[in-house]
């Protein structure tokens, strides 16, 4: 595995131990991003099976992601208080156990209550697998290291939709779940050689923080879910959109005068940090609707297949996996602003490129020269983005730092996906697509400007 990863993991100067960390987190949030995006083209198959018609299929990804949004701040918290390997490998043991259910799931209803299990479990990893990334390397070394695990994790979403179709149409839907056991037997037995020194500050647990975190996020979430279904004004949308705020408004109080808090509110005094939390919700929300807005599209419009639809977006895998981790070391050598300024600025001009798309969607003349813009930006924005909140803030925070960050940009593409019907109409047609675009870049755009003026290179100290 380690000759398999050396050269496109950029391992080079790394000694044994930082190898083999790197390796270890890069598989398990592997493993919880690509079962993010293999699911939808599984659906289908799902559904003439197990039946349940189009409510069961949402909620089957629905479920996944209303668990793991939910409870990713506990899991950050959980990585700095017990550890980041115990955490680890408890999530991939859970998210094993609950893809066995998912694959052997007799109905509908069962596959929905794995689901949310699995998204638990996944909730465990990727806080845990990032903070034991923090804890390893510090300076360039750190940037290269978030930008090899970025791009790794961004090829998940990229290759989910590739690999899905495959094992679907060769085999099983249930073979989508059930091959997960492989990559976590992997992890769980790389994870035996890591010697790796745990940060702990003390073993109380936040019991009512962690309580009022999964209602104040559960809620909105869910009434984010639901609402194209009820309306704004159904009980079953405003019911737990504002009981769910009203807990994370007493979650924010109980924080501030609790003796051991969940979330020290002390990290939003840190600029970066807080900074790049802002600059987050405007580049996750545009990259939601981007993948969202072109997947559709392409297909509803321009005939692609499912498989097309995934192949047309294959060109942003190979730029993120080249460029990603040199951009996160430059970014570690020389701060992380410039790339935070112009990389999402980048990506904007890349969708307002799209605009030459008409119905017949070219792809190589109209589609694709748009694409590689927009995968350039993001090659310079995801790791310096990361390297510029985690980097900011003590190491023995790195876990619920990480999950904060990862909160903020899934709550993010939910709001924005919420409302991208206002933006485009009901029915996605060319003149609707173009809007979208636009307001994509505009999102853009913003979280650079925002980086531009907010971040600071705080990290050049580290060299």
Not at 138 to 152: C, E, F, N, V, Y
Not at 163 to 168: A, M, T
Not at 425 to 440: D, K, P, S
Request: net charge positive; hydrophobic share 55%.
């Amino acid at each position: 595995m380690g000759a398999l990863l050396a050269g496109p993991v950029y391992t080079e100067g790394m000694n044994k131990q930082q190898r083999l960390v790197l390796i270890v987190s890069i598989l398990a949030s592997f493993v919880a991003f690509l079962d993010g995006s293999v699911i939808n083209v599984a659906l289908p198959a799902i559904a003439r099976e197990l039946g349940g018609g189009l409510v069961a299929q949402q909620w089957v990804v629905d479920a996944y992601l209303l668990t793991l949004g939910s409870f990713i701040l506990i899991a950050g918290s959980l990585s700095d208080l017990f550890g980041r390997k115990k955490v680890l490998a408890a999530g991939l043991v859970g998210f094993g156990i609950a893809s066995v259910l998912c694959a052997v799931a007799p109905t509908s209803t069962f596959l929905i209550v794995a689901r949310a299990l699995q998204g638990v479990a996944g909730a465990l990893l990727v806080p845990s697998s990032l903070a034991l990334i923090i804890a390893t390397f510090s300076g360039p070394g750190q940037g290269k290291a978030i930008g090899t695990w970025t791009a790794w994790t961004g090829i998940a979403f990229v290759v989910g939709p590739l690999l899905g179709g495959f094992l679907v149409d060769v085999s099983s839907w249930r073979l989508v779940f059930a091959i997960n056991i492989i990559p976590i037997a992997i992890t769980l037995w790389l994870m035996r050689l890591l010697r790796q020194p745990e940060v702990r500050k003390h073993a109380h647990v936040d019991v009512v923080g962690a309580i009022l975190c999964a209602l104040g996020l559960a809620g909105p979430v869910y009434a984010l879910i639901e609402q194209p279904h009820f309306g704004w004004s159904s009980p079953f949308v405003y019911v737990p959109l504002v009981s769910g705020v009203a807990a994370l408004v007493y979650f924010l109080w109980h924080e501030h005068r609790t003796a051991y808090p969940m979330l020290p509110l002390a990290l939003f005094g840190v600029r970066n940090f807080s900074v790049g939390n802002i600059a987050t919700v405007a580049i996750y929300a545009g990259l939601s609707v981007a993948t969202f807005l072109i997947a559709v599209f392409i297909q509803q419009v321009g005939g692609y297949s499912a498989l097309g639809a995934g192949l047309a977006l294959l060109p942003i895998t190979g730029v993120m996996f080249i460029l990603a981790p040199r951009f996160g070391a430059l970014a570690g050598k020389y701060g992380p602003r410039f790339f935070m300024a112009v990389g999402p600025i980048v990506g904007g001009t890349g969708f307002l490129l799209m605009l030459r798309v008409d119905q017949t969607v070219a792809y190589w003349t109209r589609l694709l020269p748009g694409v590689l813009v927009f995968a350039l930006g993001l090659a310079m924005t995801v790791a310096p983005l990361t390297t510029a909140i985690l980097g900011s803030i003590d190491k023995g925070h790195a876990g619920i730092g990480s999950a904060v960050n990862n909160a903020v940009s899934r709550i993010a593409g939910l709001l924005a996906i919420a409302g991208v019907g206002v933006v485009t109409g009901a029915n996605l047609n060319v003149a609707g697509f173009h809007r979208g675009l636009i307001m994509t870049a505009g999102l853009l755009i913003a979280g650079g400007v925002i980086s531009a003026i907010g971040i600071q290179n705080q990290n050049r100290a580290l060299k």
